[in-house]
């Protein structure tokens, strides 16, 4: 082969054999070539403060604002005495000839007395309650009886204020103490009541007193009278009804 032919074949077969621009390596993908990101989510994070329609980050969607909690709450308001109704009356059967005898619209008898742990016990300090004043005596049968029936009255309303005191004409307190403590009785009691029972002229004993806020007897019961109960109960019931 001659030169010419020879250096045409060599130019020929490097021309075949030179690598095409896809031989180099392909250039990867650039950074650049994605998408750049928002530059204002890049470069500031906090909400645009000239809208108006992005939600503060600190007020969750759906939880209410301090504002409108306290407005919905009342403020609580004192429960009046009127609120609650008198439960229902224990003696339904009334006897109108019962509760007049002497003293009813009189004022009640001022009295300071001791009651049976040594301390004072007056009718002034419970003026502006229902008063079921009750003279009784250790001595006396049928006030051990009519005393825990009052008693149970006095559980029921004292809510309500209902006050029973129980003035014995026993001087010693042993006796009294330990019938209220068998009974179980919640009256409070007062001893050496026989001068101030006195001053009601009363030949029966046990004797009381429905006495309204005021001080006045609103009704007067002389004797033990079962068949009276139901007739107390009421004068007790209006005089707490007309208090609230």
């Known amino acids: ?14 021309v075949a054999c030179k690598p095409e621009p896809a031989v180099q390596l392909p250039e990867p993908t650039p950074p650049a070539t ?8 890049i470069t500031d994070p906090s909400p645009d403060p000239t809208s108006a329609v992005e939600p503060p980050a600190t007020d969750p969607p759906g939880e209410p604002t301090p504002t409108p909690n ?13 609120s609650e ?10 006897d109108a000839k019962c509760g007049n005898d002497p003293g009813v619209g009189t004022a009640a008898k001022p009295f300071t007395l001791k009651t049976p742990d040594g301390k004072d016990i007056s009718l002034a ?18 006030c051990l009886k009519e005393l825990p029936e009052f008693d149970r009255l006095y559980r029921r309303y004292r809510k309500h204020g ?22 179980k009785l919640a009256a409070k009691l007062a001893l050496g009541g026989e001068p101030l029972a006195d001053q009601y002229e009363s030949g029966n004993f046990p004797f009381s007193f429905v006495i309204d806020a005021k001080g006045q007897i609103r009704g007067s ?24």
């Not at 994605?34 to 989510?41: I, K, N, Q």
């Open 1 to 14: 082969m001659n030169a010419a032919r020879l250096s045409l074949c060599l130019v020929i077969t490097v």
């Open 34 to 41: 994605t998408p750049p990101l928002e530059p204002a989510a």
């Open 70 to 82: 306290t407005a919905s709450e009342p403020t609580p308001a004192p429960i009046a005495s009127a």
């Open 85 to 94: 109704p008198l439960p229902a009356a224990l003696h339904t059967k009334i």
């Open 125 to 142: 300090s419970y003026r502006g309650k229902v008063v079921l004043l009750n003279f009784w005596g250790t001595w006396c049968k049928p």
């Open 162 to 183: 209902l006050v029973l005191i129980a003035i014995a004409t026993d001087t010693e307190p042993a006796k009294v103490q330990e019938f209220a403590t068998q009974r």
């Open 221 to 244: 019961y002389r004797g033990y009278k079962p068949e009276c109960a139901g007739k107390l109960e009421q004068d007790i019931r209006t005089q707490l009804e007309q208090r609230s």
